[in-house]
């Protein structure tokens, strides 16, 4: 099985490069493209396999960006890393930014709503051929904080992701072009976040590839940053599950558990 030209036989790793003064964890880190493209590339050099490029945060709360100042932000850093020979994604719900960022070099578009958002975005995916990962989210970033009620979250989100798989596949969009994402953290509280992570092989044995972005959500601490080590252990615990793309921001240090820390049963702590 490969997602994107990439053998998927190893996890793979999704390097976040987040061009944007306000999303979660890293904001206003890289908000300009040579330092944007400086980051990706660094992320390649640590072991990244895909480099997921956004100009719009989709954290709790977060204000929509006006497409044109998002596809400003991030078109200088995809057409650079793309050149530069890295598998780029866009992370982004809108369709001219995923028009423009696949003409710029992207191969992949990463969308939060499961190409929902957008009413031309489907048909966008379909034409540029690019492959794509549907993420489960209820409402939007503004709106998802009070929408976090489920009777069964791994069916009620599994039963989203087959009706999005159906959606791409009537809009021309192959089987084969897709990955789901069960969307840790968006309109989750913690305990649906625990289940959804339990039962990830129910996510997984829906058929396409599954990513996992976990990275710097868990923790006790308030500080993102300093959840490195129980973020390893959730990915590796994702990849045990069945997910095959772990989406994070410590690319070497996550590389490194993958391949050299034995798996281990470890409580989460919240």
């Known amino acids: 099985?490969?997602?994107?030209?990439?053998?998927?036989?190893?996890?793979?790793?999704?390097?976040?490069?987040?061009?944007?003064?306000?999303?979660?964890?890293?904001?206003?880190?890289?908000?300009?493209?040579?330092?944007?493209?400086?980051?990706?590339?660094?992320?390649?050099?640590?072991?990244?396999?895909?480099?997921?490029?956004?100009?719009?945060?989709?954290?709790?709360?977060?204000?929509?960006?006006?497409?044109?100042?998002?596809?400003?932000?991030?078109?200088?850093?995809?057409?650079?890393?793309?050149?530069?020979?890295?598998?780029?994604?866009?992370?982004?719900?809108?369709?001219?930014?995923?028009?423009?960022?696949?003409?710029?070099?992207?191969?992949?578009?990463?969308?939060?709503?499961?190409?929902?958002?957008?009413?031309?975005?489907?048909?966008?995916?379909?034409?540029?051929?690019?492959?794509?990962?549907?993420?489960?989210?209820?409402?939007?970033?503004?709106?998802?904080?009070?929408?976090?009620?489920y009777d069964d979250v791994v069916a009620e989100v599994s039963a989203y992701l087959r009706t999005r798989i159906d959606a791409c596949i009537a809009a021309g969009i192959e089987r084969t072009r897709i990955c789901i994402d069960p969307g840790f953290g968006f309109a989750k509280r913690m305990t649906h976040n625990y289940a959804l992570l339990d039962r990830i092989s129910e996510i997984a044995a829906i058929g396409p590839p599954v990513c996992a972005g976990l990275s710097r959500k868990f923790g006790k601490t308030g500080n993102p940053k300093q959840r490195l080590d129980i973020s390893i252990d959730l990915a590796r615990r994702a990849v045990a599950g069945g997910a095959r793309i772990i989406r994070v921001h410590d690319v070497a240090a996550t590389v490194a558990g993958l391949v050299t820390a034995p798996l281990k049963n470890t409580a989460i702590i919240c």
């Open 1 to 149: 099985m490969n997602f994107a030209g990439l053998d998927l036989q190893r996890p793979l790793i999704m390097g976040i490069v987040n061009v944007t003064p306000d999303s979660f964890s890293d904001g206003g880190e890289v908000f300009d493209a040579p330092g944007a493209i400086a980051r990706g590339l660094g992320l390649i050099a640590d072991g990244a396999d895909i480099i997921d490029v956004g100009g719009e945060s989709t954290r709790h709360g977060a204000e929509p960006v006006a497409p044109g100042i998002e596809a400003a932000r991030v078109l200088p850093v995809i057409t650079a890393l793309a050149k530069a020979g890295a598998v780029v994604s866009i992370d982004s719900r809108n369709a001219n930014v995923m028009a423009a960022a696949c003409a710029a070099g992207a191969a992949i578009i990463n969308d939060v709503s499961a190409l929902s958002f957008d009413e031309n975005a489907l048909g966008v995916a379909a034409e540029t051929g690019a492959s794509v990962i549907l993420m489960h989210m209820k409402g939007t970033p503004q709106t998802m904080a009070g929408m976090a009620e």
